[in-house]
């Protein structure tokens, strides 16, 4: 199992930035994908960024060009920079890493508890 543990939430106004940082527990290198999430009540969570092993990246369109994922294989640390932020991306934003556990490739998705964004108008 692995821990992950985010930090760099809080409370911005509309148009500022703010940096979401995650780290684990373990070697995030062996991860085979990493990403951050954001949930609103009463809605799902939704993918909002993720990276993979090779280095691919994938974002949700509402961030699209105003948020950059991106990780540190020292710090064994995944980050979220957002940029350019709006009240619509308020929510718990989490991370999460999915890594294989056997020889058929099966993995396991493991989470965060999760860090507040609020932005204000």
């Known amino acids: 199992q692995v821990r992950l543990v985010e930090s760099g939430g809080g409370l911005a106004q509309a148009g500022e930035s703010l940096r979401l940082d995650c780290a684990s527990s373990r070697s995030i290198s062996n991860f085979k994908t990493m990403g951050w999430y954001r949930q609103v009540p009463g809605k799902q969570r939704e993918l909002v960024a993720e990276?993979?092993?090779?280095?691919?990246?994938n974002y949700a369109d509402s961030v699209k060009g105003r948020f950059t994922i991106s990780r540190d294989h020292v710090k064994n640390t995944l980050y979220l920079q957002m940029n350019s932020l709006k009240p619509e991306d308020t929510g718990v934003y989490f991370c999460k890493a999915e890594f294989v556990v056997n020889v058929e490739g099966a993995t396991v998705g493991s989470w965060g508890q999760g860090t507040q964004v609020t932005v204000s108008t």
């Open positions: 990276v993979s092993n090779s280095g691919a990246t």
